[in-house]
């Protein structure tokens, strides 16, 4: 199993050590997704889907002003499931291979864009792009070119962006008739940063 932070042999109490510096409030330990659809809760909406798309890719649906979790707070992690296509080579921070995030993230695009111009015909076709020129492809520089209009970089962001347009309309297939069935609405909101 791939870990991604720390040694999970040891339990550390973090929500009582929270409490301790933060003694006059009180602390809970949350799920960033989970916590970013309570801040939309509050103020605009019940029943809705948050998704965000930053380092990772992360989704949660809230439904009738309850996140729709299980018992141990999972749901709503579409940057790991499988994406079938010609990047699936690409591996996810989870470790697995072709996961969504692996090449609609923050992170996910700049392996998305070496594997692009690491084709020769991109080369040939893209000859003047400036990300040909880069010694290093970060969200950076891929989002100075995208902000240039560089055509290799908006062929690159259009990579990434289907990805991400294919489990919305998921969801929206799935999860919003089962919603207009049970008499309710259902909004979903997302929010990019790529
Ligand atoms: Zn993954």
Redesign the pocket.
């Known amino acids: 199993m791939h870990l991604l932070y720390g040694d999970k042999d040891k339990n550390i109490d973090l929500n009582h050590e929270m409490s301790k510096i933060f003694s006059a409030k009180p602390c809970f330990i949350i799920n960033d997704i989970t916590a970013a659809g309570y801040r939309y809760l509050n103020t605009e909406m019940e029943t809705f889907c948050i998704l965000t798309i930053s380092s990772g890719v992360g989704g949660k649906i809230f439904y009738r002003g309850e996140a729709l979790l299980d018992k141990e707070g999972m749901a709503g992690?579409v940057?790991?499931i499988y994406y079938r296509g010609k990047y699936n080579q690409l591996i996810?921070?989870?470790?697995?291979y072709g996961?969504i995030?692996?090449m609609a993230s923050g992170r996910g695009i700049e392996q998305l864009a070496r594997c692009i111009i690491d084709q020769e015909e991109i080369k040939n076709t893209y000859f003047s792009s400036v990300l040909l020129q880069e010694q290093e492809l970060t969200t950076y520089t891929i989002v100075k070119a995208i902000k240039e209009k560089d055509p290799l970089a908006l062929f690159i962001l259009g990579e990434a962006v289907k990805p991400i347009v294919d489990i919305i309309n998921t969801l929206i297939f799935t999860i919003v008739p089962l919603y207009n069935f049970l008499k309710n609405k259902i909004t979903y909101k997302a929010l990019s940063g790529v």
């Open positions: 992690e940057g790991h996810c921070d989870c470790g697995e996961h995030g692996s």
